[in-house]
């Protein structure tokens, strides 16, 4: 699977944004999908992740109560809406695809990544 993620920016810490990433084909469905980022400097850490239904999320402690996860897959796309952004969400997200079942480890598919900027 191809992916494609959009929807980075410069915000205002409090604000918001919302991220997609589309996967071509037509396996969208018999993947996991997730959301890393890495900011200068730091590893590529977990944000949220989905399994193939959208059933269940996952969320690493940070961002829990902030940001959602979510999945269209009659659209083959995944979103990640950030609400109360702070200046310490500054990272390139990427969005994944596993066809593994761990919600944090395994992803073998990429996307090129999306620059999210927030401003003090």
């Known amino acids: 699977v191809q992916l494609q993620a959009s929807g980075g920016g410069l915000v205002q810490a409090g604000g918001s944004l919302r991220l997609s990433c589309a996967a071509s084909g037509r396996t969208f469905s018999r993947y996991t999908m997730a959301w890393f980022r890495q900011a200068p400097g730091k590893e590529r850490e977990f944000i949220a992740s989905?399994?193939?239904?959208?059933?269940?999320?996952y969320y690493t402690g940070s961002v829990k109560g902030r940001f959602t996860i979510s999945r269209d897959n009659a659209k083959n796309t995944v979103f990640l809406q950030m609400n109360s952004l702070k200046p310490e969400d500054t990272a390139v997200y990427y969005c994944a695809a596993s066809t593994g079942s761990s919600f944090t480890e395994g992803y073998g598919c990429w996307g090129q990544g999306t620059l999210v900027t927030v401003s003090s």
């Open positions: 989905i399994n193939q239904s959208g059933s269940q999320t």
